[in-house]
């Protein structure tokens, strides 16, 4: 992430993940990760308003993107939305 200036780290757990886990610490890149829900807790529906989301802070087109979530499988759903 340091070497790579415009790169992004979307986190897509739940508010309740990052509440009881907590967010990464990107201080040492001096950069802060996008929290952005693929689903909601606690019916774990999808979040129509994901993209728009990811938009909105600031994403553009070719940037290069880390997802990050605990298995792995939302991560994989939001980066091909």
């Known amino acids: 992430m340091r ?3 415009d790169a ?4 897509v ?3 309740a993940e990052w509440d ?3 967010t990464p610490d990107l201080s040492e890149a001096a950069k802060q990760p996008l929290l952005a829900e693929w689903q909601r807790y606690p019916t774990m529906e999808a979040n129509p308003a994901f993209v728009e ?3 909105a802070a600031g994403v553009q087109p ?3 993107l880390y997802f ?3 298995s792995g ?3 994989r759903a939001a980066a091909i939305a």
């Open 73 to 75: 499988a939302r991560s």
């Open 13 to 15: 757990r739940t508010q």
């Open 62 to 64: 070719g940037q290069p």
């Open 68 to 70: 990050l979530c605990r």
């Open 8 to 11: 992004t780290i979307i986190d």
């Open 53 to 55: 989301e990811v938009r």
């Open 3 to 5: 070497d790579t200036s």
């Open 20 to 22: 009881f886990v907590g």
